[in-house]
């Protein structure tokens, strides 16, 4: 099972509201990552977790929150957030063996308009 | 920084073979990567190739990779309709598997 999944496939949601993207794998992989795709455009990296600890937070307004409850599940927390942030938000897992150059495995990804 | 460079766009005819060209300016590049992306999905990871390699063959895809010019290709053989989408190029290099996208070429196969 090479499957990351991703909910909800679309989100509309107003600039006062919270919402959490969610996503889970069953590969036993232990790092997880969040990506940000405008269209026509190529995925730009938020955050890392490895091993359920954020490594690594690529200047993600604080409007954006993450959570690793498990290693199968990655969470994005979103609050007051801005019509710019509308874009295909995408989930991806790899092994999480620091040692290695390893493959990353992208999910279907959530496609959020803010209104 | 990293910097990792597609052509935009490719149209070829369907049954002929499209090669899209990615170039990466890292030299410590170790993994190099074809994603495909079909409108509104994920990223499907093709293929990826080791520094160490020169070809790798996988069914019709054949990746080439010239590691003294740092350019990169992906040769799809018999191109059919559904092979249309957005072929992403991308590196990793450094810790923590970062990776690094070229802005993507948009592969029109024609009937």
């Known amino acids: 099972d090479t499957e990351v999944t991703q909910t909800p496939k679309h989100l509309v949601m107003g600039m006062t509201n919270k919402k959490s993207l969610k996503c889970e794998q069953h590969m036993g992989h232990r790092a997880m990552y969040w990506y940000k795709q405008k269209a026509k455009k190529p995925p730009e990296l938020m955050f890392v977790y490895s091993y359920e600890k954020l490594s690594i937070n690529e200047s993600v307004p604080s409007r954006f929150s993450p959570e690793c409850p498990n290693s199968s599940l990655l969470n994005l927390h979103l609050h007051a957030l801005q019509p710019e942030d509308s874009a295909l938000y995408l989930c991806a897992s790899s092994q999480g063996t620091t040692h290695l150059r390893e493959t990353q495995y992208f999910g279907p990804g959530t496609r959020l308009l803010v209104l | 920084g990293e910097d990792v460079e597609q052509s935009l766009f490719l149209s070829v005819r369907e049954g002929d073979s499209s090669v899209i060209n990615c170039t990466y300016t890292d030299s410590s590049s170790t993994y190099l990567y074809w994603y495909k992306q079909e409108p509104g999905a994920g990223l499907q990871l093709l293929t990826y190739?080791?520094?160490?390699?020169d070809m790798k063959q996988d069914q019709r895809l054949t990746v080439l990779l010239n590691k003294k010019d740092k350019h990169l290709s992906l040769r799809i053989a018999d191109t059919q309709t559904g092979d249309s989408a957005i072929y992403f190029c991308a590196e990793s290099a450094d810790a923590g598997n970062m990776l690094t996208f070229g802005g993507g070429t948009r592969l029109m196969v024609k009937p």
């Open positions: 190739i080791f520094s160490n390699m």
